[in-house]
T-cell receptor
Framework: AQKITQTQPGMFVQEKEAVTLDCTYD???????LFWYKQPSSGEMIFLIY??????QNATEGRYSLNFQKARKSANLVISASQLGDSAMYFC????????????FGAGTQVVVTP | AAGVIQSPRHLIKEKRETATLKCYPI?????VYWYQQGPGQDPQFLIS???????DKGSIPDRFSAQQFSDYHSELNMSSLELGDSALYFC??????????????FGPGTRLTVL
Protein backbone atom coordinates (compact mmCIF):
# COMPACT_ATOMS: atom_id res chain seq x y z
CA ALA A 1 0.00 0.00 0.00
CA GLN A 2 1.20 3.50 -0.77
CA LYS A 3 2.45 5.11 2.41
CA ILE A 4 3.01 8.59 0.99
CA THR A 5 0.40 10.27 -1.17
CA GLN A 6 0.98 13.39 -3.20
CA THR A 7 -2.25 14.19 -5.02
CA GLN A 8 -0.98 17.05 -7.17
CA PRO A 9 0.92 15.73 -10.20
CA GLY A 10 1.76 19.24 -11.40
CA MET A 11 1.32 22.89 -10.56
CA PHE A 12 1.97 26.25 -12.12
CA VAL A 13 2.81 29.16 -9.85
CA GLN A 14 3.73 32.73 -10.60
CA GLU A 15 7.00 34.18 -9.49
CA LYS A 16 6.89 35.77 -6.01
CA GLU A 17 3.72 33.89 -5.06
CA ALA A 18 3.50 31.22 -2.38
CA VAL A 19 2.67 27.61 -3.22
CA THR A 20 1.53 24.70 -1.07
CA LEU A 21 2.38 21.13 -1.99
CA ASP A 22 0.22 18.47 -0.39
CA CYS A 23 1.48 15.32 1.26
CA THR A 24 -0.39 12.77 3.33
CA TYR A 25 1.15 9.72 4.90
CA ASP A 26 0.16 6.46 6.51
CA UNK A 27 2.02 4.81 9.35
CA UNK A 28 1.37 3.01 12.61
CA UNK A 29 4.89 3.72 13.86
CA UNK A 30 4.75 6.38 16.59
CA UNK A 31 8.26 7.56 15.72
CA UNK A 32 8.83 8.73 12.19
CA UNK A 33 10.33 11.54 10.20
CA LEU A 34 8.97 13.40 7.22
CA PHE A 35 11.18 14.94 4.56
CA TRP A 36 10.84 17.03 1.46
CA TYR A 37 13.32 16.78 -1.36
CA LYS A 38 13.65 18.83 -4.54
CA GLN A 39 14.72 17.27 -7.81
CA PRO A 40 15.53 19.75 -10.58
CA SER A 41 15.65 18.63 -14.19
CA SER A 42 19.38 18.01 -13.77
CA GLY A 43 18.47 15.05 -11.59
CA GLU A 44 20.08 15.60 -8.22
CA MET A 45 18.01 15.09 -5.07
CA ILE A 46 18.25 18.06 -2.72
CA PHE A 47 17.11 17.92 0.90
CA LEU A 48 14.82 20.80 1.84
CA ILE A 49 13.20 20.28 5.22
CA TYR A 50 12.58 17.75 8.00
CA UNK A 51 9.73 17.27 10.49
CA UNK A 52 9.88 14.74 13.29
CA UNK A 53 6.75 13.06 14.57
CA UNK A 54 7.36 14.38 18.08
CA UNK A 55 8.23 17.91 17.03
CA UNK A 56 5.80 20.39 18.54
CA GLN A 57 6.61 23.20 16.15
CA ASN A 58 6.28 23.26 12.38
CA ALA A 59 9.68 23.12 10.68
CA THR A 60 11.00 26.09 8.74
CA GLU A 61 14.09 26.42 6.57
CA GLY A 62 14.39 29.78 4.86
CA ARG A 63 11.59 30.09 2.30
CA TYR A 64 10.39 26.55 3.06
CA SER A 65 7.99 25.70 5.84
CA LEU A 66 6.17 22.55 6.67
CA ASN A 67 2.53 22.58 7.75
CA PHE A 68 2.44 19.50 9.97
CA GLN A 69 -0.99 18.25 11.03
CA LYS A 70 -0.30 15.04 12.87
CA ALA A 71 -3.91 14.03 13.53
CA ARG A 72 -4.69 14.37 9.84
CA LYS A 73 -1.40 12.72 8.87
CA SER A 74 -0.47 15.52 6.55
CA ALA A 75 2.82 17.32 6.00
CA ASN A 76 2.35 20.01 3.40
CA LEU A 77 5.29 21.99 2.08
CA VAL A 78 4.88 25.73 1.69
CA ILE A 79 7.29 27.62 -0.54
CA SER A 80 7.05 31.35 -0.05
CA ALA A 81 8.02 33.98 -2.64
CA SER A 82 8.56 31.48 -5.45
CA GLN A 83 11.55 31.96 -7.71
CA LEU A 84 12.20 30.66 -11.22
CA GLY A 85 14.83 28.35 -9.75
CA ASP A 86 12.14 26.62 -7.71
CA SER A 87 10.88 24.88 -10.85
CA ALA A 88 11.47 21.21 -10.11
CA MET A 89 9.90 17.96 -8.97
CA TYR A 90 9.21 17.88 -5.24
CA PHE A 91 9.07 14.63 -3.32
CA CYS A 92 7.63 14.01 0.10
CA UNK A 93 9.25 11.09 1.93
CA UNK A 94 8.86 9.28 5.22
CA UNK A 95 11.31 7.42 7.40
CA UNK A 96 9.89 4.98 9.95
CA UNK A 97 11.96 3.65 12.80
CA UNK A 98 10.58 0.18 12.16
CA UNK A 99 11.83 0.32 8.57
CA UNK A 100 15.48 0.71 9.49
CA UNK A 101 15.71 4.21 8.14
CA UNK A 102 14.90 3.72 4.46
CA UNK A 103 12.95 6.51 2.83
CA UNK A 104 9.59 5.87 1.23
CA PHE A 105 8.69 8.47 -1.36
CA GLY A 106 5.50 9.84 -2.79
CA ALA A 107 4.99 10.13 -6.53
CA GLY A 108 6.10 13.74 -6.54
CA THR A 109 4.66 17.07 -7.63
CA GLN A 110 6.08 18.91 -10.63
CA VAL A 111 6.21 22.65 -9.97
CA VAL A 112 6.68 25.15 -12.77
CA VAL A 113 7.30 28.78 -11.77
CA THR A 114 6.33 31.30 -14.42
CA PRO A 115 7.52 34.92 -14.71
CA ALA B 1 30.76 21.02 2.97
CA ALA B 2 31.65 17.63 1.55
CA GLY B 3 28.88 15.83 -0.30
CA VAL B 4 28.20 12.28 -1.38
CA ILE B 5 30.28 11.30 -4.37
CA GLN B 6 29.12 8.83 -6.97
CA SER B 7 30.97 7.44 -9.93
CA PRO B 8 30.58 7.14 -12.76
CA ARG B 9 27.96 9.80 -13.45
CA HIS B 10 26.87 8.16 -16.67
CA LEU B 11 27.20 4.57 -17.79
CA ILE B 12 26.11 2.87 -20.98
CA LYS B 13 26.05 -0.91 -21.10
CA GLU B 14 24.74 -3.63 -23.36
CA LYS B 15 22.21 -6.24 -22.25
CA ARG B 16 23.73 -9.07 -20.24
CA GLU B 17 26.79 -7.01 -19.31
CA THR B 18 27.82 -6.12 -15.78
CA ALA B 19 28.14 -2.73 -14.13
CA THR B 20 29.70 -1.46 -10.91
CA LEU B 21 28.53 1.76 -9.30
CA LYS B 22 30.58 3.41 -6.58
CA CYS B 23 29.55 5.65 -3.72
CA TYR B 24 31.66 7.66 -1.29
CA PRO B 25 29.56 8.88 1.65
CA ILE B 26 29.92 12.13 3.51
CA UNK B 27 32.83 11.80 5.97
CA UNK B 28 31.77 10.41 9.37
CA UNK B 29 28.43 9.18 8.04
CA UNK B 30 27.94 5.58 9.07
CA UNK B 31 24.99 4.54 6.90
CA VAL B 32 24.71 4.22 3.14
CA TYR B 33 21.53 3.70 1.15
CA TRP B 34 21.02 2.82 -2.52
CA TYR B 35 17.93 3.86 -4.45
CA GLN B 36 16.78 3.25 -8.01
CA GLN B 37 14.70 5.85 -9.84
CA GLY B 38 13.11 4.79 -13.11
CA PRO B 39 11.99 7.39 -15.67
CA GLY B 40 9.12 9.44 -14.32
CA GLN B 41 9.06 7.50 -11.05
CA ASP B 42 9.93 8.12 -7.44
CA PRO B 43 13.09 6.60 -5.97
CA GLN B 44 12.78 3.03 -4.76
CA PHE B 45 14.92 1.71 -1.93
CA LEU B 46 17.31 -1.09 -2.86
CA ILE B 47 19.64 -1.80 0.05
CA SER B 48 21.36 -0.14 2.99
CA UNK B 49 24.47 -0.62 5.09
CA UNK B 50 25.20 0.48 8.64
CA UNK B 51 28.77 0.32 9.84
CA UNK B 52 29.68 -1.93 6.90
CA UNK B 53 26.95 -4.46 7.63
CA UNK B 54 23.84 -4.84 5.51
CA UNK B 55 20.98 -3.40 7.53
CA ASP B 56 17.98 -3.59 5.22
CA LYS B 57 17.05 -4.89 1.81
CA GLY B 58 14.31 -3.67 -0.47
CA SER B 59 13.25 -4.57 -3.96
CA ILE B 60 16.73 -5.42 -5.16
CA PRO B 61 16.99 -8.09 -7.87
CA ASP B 62 19.10 -11.15 -7.14
CA ARG B 63 21.31 -10.05 -10.04
CA PHE B 64 22.39 -7.07 -7.94
CA SER B 65 24.71 -7.17 -4.98
CA ALA B 66 26.29 -4.52 -2.85
CA GLN B 67 28.78 -4.09 -0.09
CA GLN B 68 30.32 -1.45 2.08
CA PHE B 69 34.07 -1.44 2.54
CA SER B 70 36.30 -0.64 5.51
CA ASP B 71 36.68 2.97 4.33
CA TYR B 72 32.84 3.21 4.23
CA HIS B 73 32.59 3.54 0.49
CA SER B 74 30.01 1.29 -1.10
CA GLU B 75 29.67 -0.46 -4.43
CA LEU B 76 26.56 -1.70 -6.20
CA ASN B 77 27.30 -4.56 -8.57
CA MET B 78 24.79 -5.32 -11.28
CA SER B 79 25.05 -8.38 -13.49
CA SER B 80 23.12 -9.73 -16.49
CA LEU B 81 21.81 -6.25 -17.17
CA GLU B 82 18.35 -5.91 -18.63
CA LEU B 83 16.72 -3.04 -20.49
CA GLY B 84 14.54 -2.43 -17.45
CA ASP B 85 17.60 -1.68 -15.32
CA SER B 86 18.01 1.63 -17.14
CA ALA B 87 17.50 4.18 -14.38
CA LEU B 88 19.09 6.79 -12.17
CA TYR B 89 20.83 5.16 -9.25
CA PHE B 90 21.29 7.22 -6.13
CA CYS B 91 23.47 6.66 -3.16
CA UNK B 92 22.61 8.51 0.02
CA UNK B 93 24.38 8.69 3.35
CA UNK B 94 23.42 9.64 6.86
CA UNK B 95 24.60 9.54 10.44
CA UNK B 96 22.28 7.05 12.11
CA UNK B 97 21.04 8.87 15.17
CA UNK B 98 17.35 9.45 14.65
CA UNK B 99 15.82 12.84 14.27
CA UNK B 100 16.98 15.69 12.09
CA UNK B 101 20.61 14.60 12.23
CA UNK B 102 19.68 11.33 10.51
CA UNK B 103 18.81 13.12 7.29
CA UNK B 104 19.85 11.29 4.15
CA UNK B 105 21.93 13.35 1.76
CA PHE B 106 21.96 12.15 -1.79
CA GLY B 107 24.76 11.95 -4.29
CA PRO B 108 24.31 13.26 -7.82
CA GLY B 109 23.34 9.82 -9.08
CA THR B 110 24.61 7.47 -11.76
CA ARG B 111 22.53 7.40 -14.89
CA LEU B 112 22.65 3.86 -16.27
CA THR B 113 21.48 3.18 -19.79
CA VAL B 114 21.20 -0.42 -20.95
CA LEU B 115 21.05 -0.90 -24.72
Amino acid sequence: AQKITQTQPGMFVQEKEAVTLDCTYDTSDPSYGLFWYKQPSSGEMIFLIYQGSYDQQNATEGRYSLNFQKARKSANLVISASQLGDSAMYFCAMREVISWGKLQFGAGTQVVVTP
Amino acid sequence: AAGVIQSPRHLIKEKRETATLKCYPIPRHDTVYWYQQGPGQDPQFLISFYEKMQSDKGSIPDRFSAQQFSDYHSELNMSSLELGDSALYFCASSLRSGGRADTQYFGPGTRLTVL
